[in-house]
């Protein structure tokens, strides 16, 4: 179905723009909420074109494609932070309601506007500058020692478009290729942190907010494969403080919707705790897939009635803690089997799966499962994922 059908009784269409699995776990809060979803999808057997009726085929680079289906939808968003610019404004130019809003948006778009942006609101962030040329960073590398972090502005996700250098000389094909657009390079202090951490909170365009538990997030090789909600020990001074850094940010961009703060948990000069920024991301995020099961209100549903500006639902934990796993691509092409086990293993485990082909290390699913013992909640989220990976068989 290339056109959605409305509801009756004045409910609104919410777009999405992006296939992915984001758009994709928005459908079951969309019909329970009562609102049409429809997703300009970009390819018949993308994710979310499996599950939600209306999902033509368009890219988001196809102004023509993206006014097309928006034309249709009495709010738009995101699937994820690619959409150009200039097809954002004429979106916004074409009388839809946009959500997050390009002026907010360009903040999780290009990492460069994102630093300076944070620095003017005097958030912590880790010493950074933009990169030109190979003497711009061996300068960068002498005031702050080697390795460094070096960051594409534009485009990285999970691990991609980030690099650890330890000579100017690594970053010679990427300046390279900067030089051709004229983005340069984001360069960053290595940060010395204990953990990772991440705040979720939602905001609507009334400016009512709401924010989750700041949660744990687990890397392995740049990609996210565990969170653990709430951050266990986490200092009770140091949370508030990076929820209220998270409100002050969404609130000084301008952002609605779902906003998600990375941070690196860090030990200032005197040994106290503290936070830096890291990244931005203003959509759904995998650090709040936890909440779908482990919340009153999940960061689909919350992402919905934000843009809609709808009256925000209690982000409070149903059990005292969740533990979510990402499944990522393994040894089983077909997940049916696999996915059977785990339900009949452990039936309080919550499986998500996101109807996507089998390939190493692709993010295929998550796992969610909630309780009052956090090693043992651990223990079976990692054996669920781990057994639909392949990684274990029994």
């Known amino acids: 179905m290339t056109t959605p059908r409305r509801a009756p009784g004045g409910f609104p269409v919410v777009g999405i723009v992006g296939g992915g699995q984001l758009a994709r776990m928005c459908a079951g809060p969309a019909a329970e909420l009562g609102v049409t979803l429809s997703v300009l999808a970009e390819a018949p057997d993308a994710s979310a074109a499996l599950v939600v009726p209306s999902a033509p085929v368009g890219h988001h680079t196809d102004t023509d494609a993206v006014l097309r289906f928006a034309s249709a939808c009495d709010v738009v968003t995101f699937d994820h932070e690619h959409v150009p610019p200039e097809v954002l404004e004429r979106l916004v130019a074409s009388g839809v309601a946009v959500h997050p809003a390009p002026e907010a948006l360009r903040f999780a778009q290009d990492k460069l506007a994102m630093r300076e942006r944070l620095g003017g609101l005097g958030v912590p962030c880790p010493r950074w500058a933009r990169a030109d040329t190979l003497a711009d960073v061996e300068a960068f590398g002498r005031e702050v020692g080697w390795p460094l972090v070096a960051k594409t502005p534009r485009g990285g996700y999970d691990g991609r478009g980030v690099r650890v250098v330890s000579a100017a000389t690594e970053l010679a094909e990427w300046l390279e290729r900067a030089a051709t657009t004229g983005t340069g390079l984001l360069l960053e202090e290595r940060v010395d942190f204990r953990r990772e951490l991440a705040v979720l909170l939602a905001r609507s365009p009334s400016g009512q907010a709401a924010a989750w538990p ?13 969170v653990l909600a709430p951050a266990p020990g986490l200092d009770p001074d140091l949370s508030a403080r990076a929820v209220e850094a998270g409100l002050r940010v969404a609130g000084e961009l301008g952002v609605t919707g779902v906003l998600a703060v990375e941070l690196f948990e860090v030990e200032d000069a005197g040994g106290a705790p503290g936070f830096v920024v890291n990244e931005l991301a203003m959509r759904p995020h995998n650090s709040g897939h936890w909440s779908m099961d482990g919340a009153v209100t999940g960061q689909f549903e919350q992402h919905l009635r934000a843009v809609l500006d709808l009256p925000l639902g209690s982000p409070r934990p149903h059990a005292p803690w969740t533990v979510m796993a990402n499944v990522l691509g393994g040894d089983y092409p077909q997940l049916y ?32 499962v909630s309780g009052g013992d956090l090693a043992d909640l651990r223990e079976r989220a990692v054996h669920a994922a781990d057994y639909l990976t392949g990684v274990v068989t029994q």
């Open 337 to 368: 089997p696999a996915y059977r086990h785990v339900m009949a293993r452990d039936p309080e485990v919550k499986v998500h799966l996101y109807g996507k082909d089998v390939r190493p290390g692709r993010k295929i699913g998550h796992v969610n």
């Open 214 to 226: 700041v949660v744990e997030t687990v890397q392995t090789d740049g990609i996210c494969t565990e």
